[in-house]
């Protein structure tokens, strides 16, 4: 049986995707979906050695699958991974649960907070020459599909995981 999640969280590398998670899903009582999470469950592995070992292309099939699943759990919190999005299965996935009532909130950041948040020399294999010139340019690339995605937008910059919690909880129209 499909359902449809109440959340479910987009954005970059570094913005605090799965600690956002974690935190709305404890104040809801609700099921929690980390989809890169679940890609290492799945694969028993962590993502850094999937991608060394076999490469981009794997990771992103297991990753559409796992991203699939999780949309699938109703009433659930859902994090996805930063790139989950450009992949096009992904894409339509994510628009068929705001169509469905989900709510898409992209949490964004500046390199800045990024670079200080994962250091930005952490196992990040997308971003592993050059680092922040790397995120910029992810961001440039990804940047425009977040913002389609999203029905709310939650900036992370200098604030505290329970001040982004709250206003994720208020796109929800809960109280925090």
């Given at each position: 049986?499909?359902?449809?999640?109440?959340?479910?969280?987009?954005?970059?590398?570094?913005?605090?995707?799965?600690?956002?998670?974690?935190?709305?899903a404890?104040?809801?009582?609700?099921?929690?979906?980390?989809?890169?999470?679940?890609?290492?469950?799945?694969?028993?592995?962590?993502?850094?050695?999937?991608?060394?070992?076999?490469?981009?292309?794997?990771?992103?099939?297991?990753?559409?699958?796992?991203?699939?699943?999780?949309?699938?759990?109703?009433?659930?919190?859902?994090?996805?991974?930063?790139?989950?999005?450009?992949?096009?299965?992904?894409?339509?996935?994510?628009?068929?649960?705001?169509?469905?009532?989900?709510?898409?909130?992209?949490?964004?950041?500046?390199i800045?907070?990024?670079?200080?948040?994962?250091?930005?020399?952490?196992?990040?294999?997308?971003?592993?020459?050059?680092?922040?010139?790397?995120?910029?340019?992810?961001?440039?690339?990804?940047?425009?599909?977040?913002?389609?995605?999203?029905?709310?937008?939650?900036?992370?910059?200098?604030?505290?995981?329970?001040?982004?919690?709250?206003?994720?909880?208020?796109?929800?129209?809960?109280?925090s």
């Amino acid at each position: 049986m499909s359902g449809t999640p109440l959340l479910v969280l987009i954005g970059p590398p570094g913005v605090g995707k799965s600690t956002v998670a974690v935190a709305v899903a404890d104040v809801l009582g609700a099921p929690l979906r980390d989809t890169d999470s679940d890609v290492e469950n799945t694969v028993g592995r962590p993502i850094s050695e999937i991608f060394v070992e076999e490469g981009e292309q794997t990771f992103r099939a297991a990753e559409a699958a796992a991203v699939a699943d999780a949309l699938a759990a109703d009433g659930a919190v859902v994090c996805l991974g930063g790139g989950a999005v450009m992949t096009p299965s992904v894409d339509e996935g994510v628009t068929r649960a705001a169509e469905q009532g989900a709510k898409v909130v992209m949490l964004d950041v500046g390199i800045a907070d990024a670079a200080r948040r994962i250091g930005l020399n952490q196992s990040r294999p997308l971003l592993a020459v050059n680092p922040r010139a790397s995120w910029i340019a992810m961001m440039q690339e990804r940047r425009p599909t977040y913002e389609r995605l999203a029905t709310d937008v939650v900036d992370t910059a200098d604030r505290s995981v329970e001040d982004v919690v709250a206003d994720v909880l208020a796109t929800l129209g809960q109280g925090s």
